[in-house]
């Protein structure tokens, strides 16, 4: 068996509940609604061990996991489709997938938007002055508006590591340092 297959199964699920939901809302001229849905329960998966129980653990029932689901949803607020979509991939048992069809949406809501995401990884937080200037670089490299995502690793030691799509820019210290090892192991 492959090893990728479940991520890919994982993927190409989030995909399509991602592509119905944006349809859907883009029929219905509620992206900004999904948009502010994905931010909510984006957060809440976050900050939720409950949440994240529920989504990943086959022990609860397809009943009790829906009416859990619908729960939250009613409790957060969440648009009409994302509440519908969240009950039916309960009753799917489909809810494990969610954190991919979060990225999904986000991807395709920027995309919408003409935006794209940057991971940035540095040592230290960024001021807003830096994050506006790489936000400004980034721009005129990806000729898109650029939204940083803006996490800390001390482990790097220094510099940046910067995803933007498939794209990787690795400046960091500690990259830096293993490439200067592996040469080193070549020559000796």
């Given at each position: 068996?492959?090893?990728?297959?479940?991520?890919?199964?994982?993927?190409?699920?989030?995909?399509?509940?991602?592509?119905?939901?944006?349809?859907?809302?883009?029929?219905?001229?509620?992206?900004?609604?999904?948009?502010?849905?994905?931010?909510?329960?984006?957060?809440?998966?976050?900050?939720?061990?409950?949440?994240?129980?529920?989504?990943?653990?086959?022990?609860?029932?397809?009943?009790?996991?829906?009416?859990?689901?619908?729960?939250?949803?009613?409790?957060?607020?969440?648009?009409?489709?994302?509440?519908?979509?969240?009950?039916?991939?309960?009753?799917?048992?489909?809810?494990?997938?969610?954190?991919?069809?979060?990225?999904?949406?986000?991807?395709?809501?920027?995309?919408?938007?003409?935006?794209?995401?940057?991971?940035?990884?540095?040592?230290?937080?960024?001021?807003?002055?830096?994050?506006?200037?790489?936000?400004?670089?980034?721009?005129?490299?990806?000729?898109?508006?650029?939204?940083?995502?803006?996490?800390?690793?001390?482990?790097?030691?220094?510099?940046?590591?910067?995803?933007?799509?498939?794209k990787m820019i690795d400046?960091?210290?500690?990259?830096?340092?293993?490439?200067?090892?592996?040469?080193?192991?070549?020559?000796?």
């Amino acid at each position: 068996m492959d090893v990728s297959e479940p991520a890919s199964i994982s993927t190409g699920i989030a995909a399509r509940y991602a592509t119905a939901m944006f349809e859907l809302a883009s029929e219905g001229k509620a992206l900004p609604a999904l948009e502010a849905d994905v931010a909510a329960l984006d957060a809440a998966v976050e900050g939720s061990e409950d949440l994240r129980d529920l989504i990943s653990s086959p022990i609860y029932g397809r009943e009790e996991t829906a009416a859990a689901i619908g729960g939250v949803a009613d409790k957060m607020g969440l648009h009409e489709i994302t509440a519908n979509t969240l009950r039916l991939m309960a009753s799917k048992r489909r809810l494990f997938v969610l954190p991919a069809l979060l990225t999904e949406l986000r991807a395709r809501i920027a995309d919408h938007k003409g935006e794209v995401t940057a991971d940035v990884t540095s040592a230290k937080a960024l001021t807003k002055t830096q994050m506006d200037k790489l936000a400004a670089s980034l721009k005129a490299t990806v000729g898109k508006d650029v939204n940083v995502k803006a996490t800390v690793d001390e482990s790097i030691i220094g510099g940046l590591v910067v995803k933007v799509g498939s794209k990787m820019i690795d400046t960091s210290i500690r990259s830096k340092l293993n490439a200067l090892q592996n040469t080193m192991k070549e020559v000796g």
